[in-house]
């Protein structure tokens, strides 16, 4: 039967969009709305601005393990900082075979130049962090911020890059039995030949060395995190998940949500209404006196008028368009927030989305 539409139907609302457009703080209004609703809820998210952490009473804390927010309502409201170190650091040390082999691979530089960075990483950390806290089953709703667009998308992608690395030819020839000769003599005569000769001169004997001992050290994970691969491809298209699209209301916003849109549903994920927030109000003509401020707003309000437009055409109900008016200030305490995220829901539910995709079937 059809349960109609609502991002708090779902187990699991991942918040998507281009950066600048209030994604995180609607996410976080939304957290406060399911817990205010009864549902433990946990909002994980990427890099709030301090503002944010203030108005949820976290701080760095938060960074990697879930905080309480001090919220009085039936359900729980916990926030999370991803720290994609400190995930992967826990991941090693779950899932490696022994202490001495997790110590290995910290000493080995080519993991602490990937651990260090967030570049790629990152996104993929967020997947390994979301199957963590899935599978712990503590919360009953899951509130995923996700970075701007193009890193977004690489989070959703994560799951197939890392089952593509470990089908990888270097991945599966660094596997291979015969570099456990003792004391890698074996590897060392190879070395010593034309082409490991040249190999060594291009890219050096101990580079080489390392990066096969750090892919054979990690090797008995591979199978791990193919298995959460999996899980989290699964997860992220099932009929609990939702994906929220927000969007500026600039006809300059309109191609980067319209790839966006096109990306997620050649996933087969499931669409909500696309949220066009901060949407400027239409001023009507004034005198000759008004002050440039009203000129302002009003060119901005017949700006965000034409991109609406544009925007509804080009959906044509597909999903539906949600508008959320421009708020005079941002939200700074959570009455704030839980009053934002009441206007997203009636936003939302003003006109629900004509796609199948995005209902539910029970």
Known sequence: MNAGFGPLDRKLLVMVGAGGVGKTTLSAALALQSARRGTDTLVMTFDPSRRLKDALGVGESAADQPVAVA?????????????AKATFDRLVRRHAPDEAAAERIFANRFYANLAGSLGGILEYMAMERLFEVQAEGRYGRIILDTPPTRQALDFLEAPDRIVNFLDSQPVKLAAKPWWEQQDRTLFQRLAARSVE?????????????????????????????????????????????????????????????????????EAGHRLGPVLVNQVHPLVPPGGASEGTGIGLLRHLGNRDARGLAQFRARLAGNPAL?????????????????????????????????????????
Not at 71 to 83: E, M
Not at 203 to 221: Q, S, T, Y
Not at 331 to 344: F, I, K, S, Y
């Open 71 to 83: 919220v009085d309502a039936p359900g729980r409201l916990d926030a999370v900082l991803l720290d």
């Open 322 to 362: 949600a508008e959320l008016p421009l708020m005079g200030t941002p939200p700074t305490d959570l009455a704030g927030l839980e009053a934002l995220g009441g206007r997203v829901l009636a936003a939302l539910a003003e006109g629900p989305a004509h796609s199948s995709s995005t209902t539910r079937q029970d």
């Open 197 to 265: 000769g040249a190999a060594d001169r291009l890219i050096g004997r101990r580079f080489l060395v390392e990066l096969v001992e750090f892919i054979r050290d990690f090797a008995p994970l591979f199978e791990g995190f193919r298995d959460r691969a999996q899980a989290v491809r699964d997860l992220l298209r099932s009929e609990d998940t939702l994906f929220l699209l927000t969007a500026g209301a600039g006809e300059d916003r309109i191609p980067d949500a319209m790839f966006f849109l096109r990306r997620l549903r």
